[in-house]
């Protein structure tokens, strides 16, 4: 199937000026009248023809000029409509004809419950009328929407709402207009019966500018968390980045329907409900958060992806990291920097790492992809993010910041490159960031393998760093990447130590970032009277695999007294790492579990002991994160090791878990402040270790929590736990659970979740009966990563089972769901891409499950693109 070229990019040939849409909304089918102005960009041949993208589309009419267009005035494909002779400025009208109502891939105009929405990032817009649907065409758009004035009160599109009226048989319309000229990927429509929460935000310069959050009436009552994260990010971005919203109303709509978490559309957002919804019986503090980040995230687009937009989508990092980071950094603001910064490698390590040692690695600019809902990947938005993160902490905060803003003044209403990005940066910061650009166009995570040595008699402490990056698929070879290493070093009484490279003067920089930008560098450092213990990649200053070998005094040491919180956490994953893959090995040390539990005991008796990152401090390494220390994993031992040391660990600290437990847990109601949240993360964690003591005291204390809970965050703690029993009080609780939430579906999706991750040994066959019950639904991708995808990618153990039933039972449901839902049944293929990692019997049924899919008549290209890349 043919791939689309970075190399093969040309400029658009037309320009629309102005589109006017007009939308007559029903139930049997709606109509689209579309009518552009339209122009030949300056410089373009004369006899280019007009080329509309088209898709799934019933052309009813076409007039140019006024003058209806017969049939063979015009070229109609599967991909578009192409008129060869055209003026050089005219009118087009289209006339088109859709049923949203059938239209189950949610791209495009669908329903979702008992609304109208759109999906038109990335080329949805070309489902709804012919139009040149790239993003560098921009245009200004009018919306005039009609439709049942009863089932649809509601009429929203982009812009301010300009004039309405009604119209006969019940019907009523609003017309819109957006003042800010804009690719057709940010338009949007929503149309439904729904409530609306109101409030209003004054800018710095006084402004008053209108939000209003639109849901189902069910859920009216759960948007006050997202109001309020909308007004702290609004203000942040003001503070942070001097940038004020460009709109008199700011509109979200939430909806159950949704391929991913929330879209841009200037000035009428649409959310995934996951991102919105929020309050404390039916969301977990994790949600809060999430919803903070996503309202977050999707503001910050308003200058980061709309004012500027992408010439094309292999720039699309250019907007998703770029935005991800001003999320991240905009998180951290609101909460613990430290927690942020470890949760955030969490992921990247969880879900970009394993990506970029697969066959589906690729460059942060992507140069070919066959669909393009396929690279909305890890690579893109979080490696995306860590690339920004590596500017900032090259050029520094302020020249970062200013770098931003000028980037933002230069291109403002203009679709740009990444090379755009680099330049001005590179300009502002007085660097040359030439060498730096290898992020955006090589794949693979690079390592550093680093050793050290010292001269007792010089008092001089050398690194010697080599770096190297694998092999992807189409590049061999790498050059060096210019690498911001962060680093200290610690004294054998536990200070921060001054750092003075040789032929420097003194200085009193503890943590110092030292530039890689060859295959291999040394770094000699004076003045030292003993040798030091080396912390590196503080704040995880690169995505790279760090490889230094620190004996495991060395990681206890550093996990006391490192004055970087992340190398202190990363030092405590890395030693419970070791002790993990040992018992993986058959290797079973006395002194491990030991060494393991003075340092966890270590932890909790700091006398300044922040709860949330002692959380993170003692949650164990994530399975797929241990599965990635290995060539390949067998998942099953690796549950086996991982859950015997939580056991062991649970024993040998069983008394101080307890305390832990009754000490952290917040007395009184449900508050969601950062001391309420870290108490509950750090009981809800003990609670974790004590459900593996096997005390019947502590299977009780399990019971009675999810019993008592008066929130989520406490409740599902406890059902998780409960999922991996399957005793009778465990199955009541899953009744229980299951008969309180059957009707609000974002809670019904976590009682499918905790089943899916279940750690009990019949998990898969909870998995195939999961998929069988009433209340899952193959059309709702929400209910879909709540079964399939948590199975896939959050169960390791049992999807990875040696029977195979595991992958047999994802590649059915990736070619069931491939004819209903493209995008989303691409995205559930993915673990199957992983295989390379694992033993040879499972690498095997794993091929043979794809080559099934790959074999598959009328396959999606979004399918086909990963299981073919899978299989080269
Ligand atoms: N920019 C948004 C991307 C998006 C999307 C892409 C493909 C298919 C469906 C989609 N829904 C949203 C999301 C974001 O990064 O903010
Ligand atoms: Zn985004």
Redesign the pocket.
């Known amino acids: 199937r043919a791939a689309v070229k970075l190399s093969d990019y040309t400029p658009p040939a037309f320009r629309v000026e102005h589109i006017d849409l007009y939308f007559s909304l029903g139930e049997e089918y709606t109509r689209v009248r579309s009518r552009m102005r339209l122009c030949r960009a300056e410089g373009t041949d004369p006899h280019t023809p007009l080329h509309l993208d088209g898709e799934a589309l019933e052309l009813e009419a076409l007039y140019l000029d006024g003058q209806a267009l017969a049939i063979d005035d015009y070229l109609l494909t599967r991909q578009g409509l192409t008129i060869e002779r055209v003026p050089d400025r005219f009118e087009l009208e289209v006339h088109t004809l859709l049923r949203p109502q059938d239209n189950t891939a ?2 495009g105009l669908y329903r979702s419950g008992g609304m109208f929405c759109t ?1 038109c ?2 080329e ?1 817009f070309r489902r709804i009328t012919y139009y040149p649907d790239r993003p560098d065409v921009l245009s200004r758009f009018t919306t005039t929407i009609e439709a049942d004035r009863e089932r649809y009160p509601v009429l929203l599109s982009n812009g301010n709402a300009v004039d309405r009226g009604e119209s006969e048989g019940g019907r009523h319309w609003v017309r819109w207009d957006d003042p800010w000229p804009k690719p057709s990927y940010l338009f949007a429509l929503v149309a439904g019966d729904l409530h609306c929460h109101r409030d209003r935000y004054r800018t710095a310069s006084g402004r008053d500018v209108q939000l209003a959050f639109y849901v189902e009436h069910a859920n009216a009552g759960r948007t006050g968390h997202a109001m309020e994260s909308l007004k702290r990010a609004m203000r942040w971005d003001e503070e942070t980045y001097g940038l004020e919203y460009d709109l008199d109303i700011y509109m979200v709509v939430a909806v159950g329907d ?7 559309n200037k000035g009428l957002n649409i959310f995934n409900t996951q991102y919105v919804l929020a309050s404390p019986e039916t969301a977990t503090d994790a949600d809060f958060e999430a919803v903070e980040a ?1 309202i977050g ?2 503001y910050f ?1 308003n200058y980061t ?1 709309n004012r500027v937009t992408c010439r094309d989508w292999f720039q699309l990092s250019l ?2 990291g770029l ?2 980071f001003r999320e991240q950094q905009f998180s951290e603001a609101m909460g613990s920097p430290a927690v942020q910064r470890i949760q955030q490698v969490r992921l990247l390590r969880s879900a970009q790492f394993p990506e970029d040692a697969s066959p589906m690695a690729h460059p942060v600019r992507p140069d070919a992809y066959v669909e ?2 396929n690279f ?1 990947t890890a690579t893109v ?1 979080i490696k995306g993010a860590e690339v920004i993160r590596m500017y900032h902490t090259l050029l520094g905060d302020g020249a970062f910041r200013n770098g931003v803003r000028r980037y933002l003044e230069r291109f403002d209403g203009q679709a740009v490159t990444i090379e755009d990005f680099l330049q001005t940066m590179a300009e502002t910061g007085g660097r040359d960031l030439t060498q730096f650009g290898r992020w955006y166009t090589q794949a693979g995570t690079p390592r550093l393998r680093v050793r050290d040595a010292f001269d007792a008699d010089a008092g001089r402490y050398t690194l010697r760093v080599v770096q190297e990056c694998p092999p992807t698929p189409g590049q061999p070879a790498k050059q060096p990447f210019h690498i911001p290493l962060a680093m200290g070093l610690v004294g054998r009484d536990g200070q921060a130590l001054p750092l003075r490279l040789a032929g420097e003067p003194e200085g009193q920089a503890t943590t110092r970032v030292l530039e890689l930008t060859r295959s291999e560098q040394a770094f000699v450092f004076e003045g030292l009277a003993e040798r030091p213990v080396p912390s590196l990649l503080r704040g995880f200053s690169a995505p790279v695999i760090l490889d230094y070998d620190y004996s495991d005094d060395d990681l206890a040491f550093l996990l006391t007294h490192d004055s970087d919180a992340f190398a202190r956490w990363e030092a405590g994953q890395q030693l419970a790492v070791r002790v993990i893959l040992r018992r993986v090995h058959g290797e079973r040390r006395e002194e491990d579990l030991d060494k393991l539990r003075r340092a966890f005991a270590g932890v909790l008796e700091h006398p300044g002991l922040d709860a949330s990152l002692a959380a993170e401090a003692l949650a164990l390494p994530q399975e797929t994160y241990l599965a990635q220390q290995l060539e390949q994993a067998d998942p099953v031992a690796i549950r086996a090791a991982r859950e015997g040391v939580r056991a062991e660990l649970a024993g040998a600290l069983a008394a101080t878990w307890r305390t832990v437990y009754s000490r952290y847990r917040p007395q009184g109601p449900w508050r969601l402040e950062p001391a309420a949240i870290a108490g509950r993360r750090l009981a809800n964690l003990a609670l974790g270790y004590l459900a593996a003591t096997g005390a019947a005291e502590d299977d009780e204390r399990v019971e009675r929590q999810y019993h008592q809970a008066d929130n989520m965050t406490d409740s599902l703690a406890a059902l998780s736990l409960l999922a991996d029993r399957d005793d009778a009080a465990a199955q009541a609780a899953l009744d229980d659970f299951h008969q309180r939430w059957r009707h609000v579906p974002l809670v019904l999706d976590k009682w499918f979740r905790v089943q899916a991750m279940s750690r009990h040994p019949g998990a898969l066959a909870r998995v195939q009966s999961l998929l069988r019950h009433p209340d899952f639904d193959l059309h709702n991708p929400n209910r879909v990563r709540s079964v399939i995808g948590a199975f896939a990618q959050g169960n390791p153990a049992a999807f990875h089972d040696s029977s195979g039933e595991g992958y047999r039972l994802l590649a059915d449901h990736i070619l069931r769901l491939d004819t209903l839902n493209p ?1 989303v049944a691409a995205r559930m293929a993915l673990p199957l891409s992983k295989w390379q990692r694992y033993d040879l019997p499972r690498q095997q049924i794993m091929k043979t499950e794809l080559q099934r899919i790959a074999e598959a008549p009328s396959l999606s290209n979004d399918v086909y693109e990963v299981v073919s890349r899978s299989l080269e």
Do not use: D, W
């Open positions: 949610l791209s999906q990032e990335a949805g949704f391929n991913m978490g929330a879209m841009e996503v995230h999707e687009h992806g907007k998703e935005t991800v393009i809902n909305y938005y995008q």
